[in-house]
């Protein structure tokens, strides 16, 4: 919880306001849709967890990401400019580790599939690794891990 405490804190403080007041005006409602969006993309709570770390059910959270955090995006400059302040002072968290991840995997695939000569032949080997770096950036995450476990099922 404390990283949602945080997002909140962040929030509450550059609109001085507080989220967890239990009000329909604009600002709060547009407030609180930037801080289950936030929530939503820098932790792992779920969507009752978040809600109820501002008095709200989890199906309010998934209203306010799909339907008003849009609208805010659109037409609240303001509130616009703090999301994407936040994400990026928060992106080199999240952006190093998983392309630290990534090019450790990429690594780790290319060394394993070249020390199993034994159990793979070279052409095997060969398509193995093209397959590997023609995976698009965006999808790498999960198919590494899924290359994870085949290449663990070859050294059984």
Known sequence: MKQLDEIREYLEKTLKIDLREK???REYVYGRAVYFKLCREYTKFN???IGKSVNVI???VLHSINNV???VMQYDETL???YEDYKFTHKYKESDVRQNYLSLMKENVGLRTELKGNLLD???GKRFIDLVTRIPENKRNYIYDKLEIMVSAFEK
Do not use: G, Q, V, Y
Request: aromatic content about 6%; charged content about 35%.
């Open 80 to 82: 616009k400019n703090i």
């Open 23 to 25: 009000t329909r005006r």
């Open 69 to 71: 955090f849009p609208i």
């Open 47 to 49: 969507l009752d967890k």
């Open 122 to 124: 070279k052409s095997t």
């Open 58 to 60: 989890h199906c309010s």
